[in-house]
C-alpha cells in the first residue's frame, strides 16, 4: 500500500492544529469564568455583563455566547464549580484533623479569605441575596452550596457525643452556616475585616461555634 508521506503529515498537523484550537477554547472559557467569577462577588449575578466580560477577556459578546449560551449557564457554571471546590476543601479539612474546633476554625477562615481578597462576598452568598431573579438552573447550584454546608457541618458537629438529637445538631449547623455568612456580610459593608473577627470570637464565646 502507497502512502502519500505529505498527506500523512497534512493530517498530523490538522491534529496538532485541532489539539491547540481545543486548548485554546479552554484558556478563554477560564478566563471567562474568573472575570465572571470576580464580577459576581464583587456586585451579585445582575452585575454579570457578556460586553464588560467580553472586554477584559479581549472577546466578543458572541465568543462568550460560543461558551455559554445564556447569563443562566454562566451562572450555574460558577457555583457549580464554586460548590465542587468548597466540597473539595471541607473535606480536606476533615482528612487534615478529626478535630471539631480545628475544622470549624477552618471553615471560618474561608469566608474571611474573601474578604482578604479585594473585600469579596461568598460567591454562592451573594447569589442568595439575589434569588428571586436567579434563573433556575442557578439557583438549583447555590441551594447545593448551601445543602453542602449545612450537611459537612453537621458531620463534624456530630463527631462529638452528645444527647442532641440529629435534627438539633442540623439546626446548630445551619445556624452556624447563616452565622458566618452574615458576618462576613456586615464586615465587607463596613470595609473592615476585624468586625469579621471580632463576630465570630462573640459567636465562639455564645457557645454557637465549637
Known amino acids: 500500500m502507497a502512502y502519500n508521506r505529505w498527506g500523512i503529515q497534512s493530517c498530523q498537523h490538522l491534529s496538532i492544529d485541532k489539539k491547540v484550537a481545543t486548548l485554546t477554547a479552554m484558556d478563554t472559557r477560564e478566563k471567562i469564568m474568573s472575570v465572571a467569577r470576580r464580577m459576581v462577588q464583587a456586585n451579585g449575578y445582575n452585575a454579570l455583563s457578556f460586553r464588560e466580560i467580553g472586554k477584559e477577556v479581549?472577546?466578543?459578546?458572541?465568543?462568550?455566547?460560543?461558551?455559554?449560551?445564556?447569563?443562566?449557564d454562566l451562572g450555574a457554571a460558577l457555583a457549580q464549580r464554586y460548590t465542587d471546590e468548597a466540597v473539595e476543601c471541607f473535606n480536606a479539612f476533615l482528612e487534615a484533623s478529626p478535630d471539631r474546633e480545628t475544622c470549624v476554625r477552618n471553615y471560618t477562615e474561608v469566608f474571611r479569605a474573601a474578604l482578604v481578597n479585594d473585600n469579596r462576598m461568598c460567591l454562592c452568598g451573594i447569589m442568595a441575596a439575589e434569588r428571586d431573579s436567579l434563573p433556575v438552573e442557578?439557583?438549583?447550584?447555590?441551594?447545593?452550596?448551601?445543602?453542602?454546608?449545612?450537611?459537612?457541618?453537621?458531620?463534624?458537629?456530630?463527631?462529638?457525643?452528645?444527647?442532641?438529637?440529629?435534627?438539633?445538631v442540623r439546626r446548630q449547623a445551619l445556624a452556624i452556616y447563616a452565622a458566618i455568612g452574615g458576618a462576613q456580610l456586615v464586615a465587607r459593608g463596613r470595609g473592615d475585616i476585624s468586625v469579621f473577627d471580632m463576630t465570630v470570637e462573640a459567636y465562639r464565646a455564645a457557645g454557637l461555634l465549637p
Not at 439557583?139 to 438539633?168: G, H, I, P, Y
Open 58 to 72: 479581549g472577546v466578543s459578546s458572541a465568543a462568550i455566547h460560543h461558551h455559554f449560551a445564556t447569563k443562566g
Open 138 to 168: 442557578v439557583r438549583a447550584e447555590v441551594d447545593r452550596f448551601s445543602e453542602v454546608n449545612v450537611q459537612w457541618l453537621t458531620e463534624v458537629l456530630s463527631r462529638r457525643k452528645s444527647k442532641a438529637s440529629a435534627e438539633s
